[in-house]
């Protein structure tokens, strides 16, 4: 069964939705500066976390939204942003359209910290509105304990991330373009605007890149598996009151 919402076409789809499936998941994120990290990072990684997912949840995957609210790292090149009231207003309206398309369960996927508050919006609005419901999911916040597990400390463009990333794909990292003193962390007190570092670490010393695709792997291979479960119990139970 296709699950990749884009490939299909309308004939297609209405086989599927929603007598097949009616859940979907749909990936948000952002293009901001990741250290040696594709621009693309928080788009690429929750569109691979859906396609892992979606078998197991029985869902298709719609297509990625690409553009989000990026603050602190507008000082590197390459990164772009769109404002917290156009990012709200876009997600909720894209989804309300997955409902009227037939899905009754929509889980955002959200690839990045600053989309945070822009996305709780979202499931009220779903409810209110169509009687759908939603799971928001921040991949790298449920995965965080893996994330220690593996790598001691996490971080934007940290080990956490990299690694995820590069399991997506390792041609999206360029190591030669790493250099440890350009990891970066907030000093107690300071808030610098913009961030003086595109790499962030989460704890001061802790979740420095580590560039290896073996170990990237089998932590997402655990991260993927632990989103799919506590994902299926929350929709288990939602199926059991419907």
Known sequence: MERTMARLNWKQFQKLVPGKTNRVLLPVGTIEAHGPGALGTDAFIPEYICQKLAGPL???VAPTIPYGLTRSLMGFSGSLTVSPETLTAYVKETALSLTQAG???VIIMNG???NNDCLKPVGPYLWQQNKARTLIVHWWEASAAIGRKFFKGTGHAGADELAALMAVDPGLVAK???QKQEVGDYPPGMTPYPFHASMILNQRGLGYPVFDVSKARK???EAVKLISEEARTILNAWEKVD
């Open 58 to 60: 029985n869902a298709m």
């Open 103 to 105: 899905f009754k369960y």
């Open 112 to 114: 990045h910290g600053g």
């Open 176 to 178: 030669e373009d790493y």
């Open 219 to 221: 932590y997402m291979d």
